[in-house]
């Protein structure tokens, strides 16, 4: 667990929860986290949220409503309840939260699996637009891109590509 994950201080946590969620945390499920700290609670109402606190960024309001649409689209996703809003330095956001959903894979096949995911939905680029050409996520062009075209995204993988033009794919 990262110092991040263990700095969010408990009393903010709830009194954020309070004035958001219109009901303070009875239990903590889970805390975790790398750059995120991600808290798992289970509010006084018996809903259970996850709660994610990181360092504020443009793109964190920009993802939250990307996972609106596409929840509202009926993607697989956990539901938005907030959108990015400040706690403390940070800044919070707060998603329904769905057990027993296993993880995708790590950073060396995430372009993969999220590229095979996002078709999967009904409609899963309905109401969901991007400028053509932009690179979706912050992924490290080294390791691939995921990159909005006008039919939805496209993954982009330097090295694949490489291949394919070798006739080697």
């Known amino acids: 667990m990262s110092a991040r994950s263990r ?3 408990p009393v903010r946590l709830a009194r954020w929860c309070r004035q958001h969620l219109g009901s303070p945390p009875a239990e903590e499920l889970f805390r975790s ?4 700290a991600v808290v798992g609670l289970r509010l006084a109402d018996d809903r259970e949220v996850v709660v994610k606190v990181r360092p504020d960024s443009p793109r964190i309001a920009a993802c939250v409503e990307v996972q609106r649409r596409l929840f509202q689209a009926g993607y697989p996703c956990p ?3 907030t959108g990015a809003v400040p706690i403390g330095a940070d800044v919070a956001t707060a998603e329904a939260y769905v057990p ?3 993880p995708l894979a790590g950073a060396d096949h995430a372009v993969e699996a999220f590229a ?3 078709p999967a939905g009904p409609s899963a680029g309905q109401g969901v637009h991007a400028r053509p050409g932009a690179v979706v996520g912050g992924m490290e062009p080294h390791r691939g891109r995921a990159v909005a075209t006008p039919g939805g995204l496209a993954c982009r993988q330097p090295a694949l590509e490489r291949g394919r033009a070798a006739g080697d794919a």
Not at 33 to 36: A, F, I, T, Y
């Open 7 to 9: 700095a969010v201080d």
């Open 33 to 36: 986290g790398h750059l995120s």
């Open 79 to 81: 539901r938005p309840l």
């Open 100 to 102: 027993g959903r296993a």
């Open 116 to 118: 095979e995911a996002f």
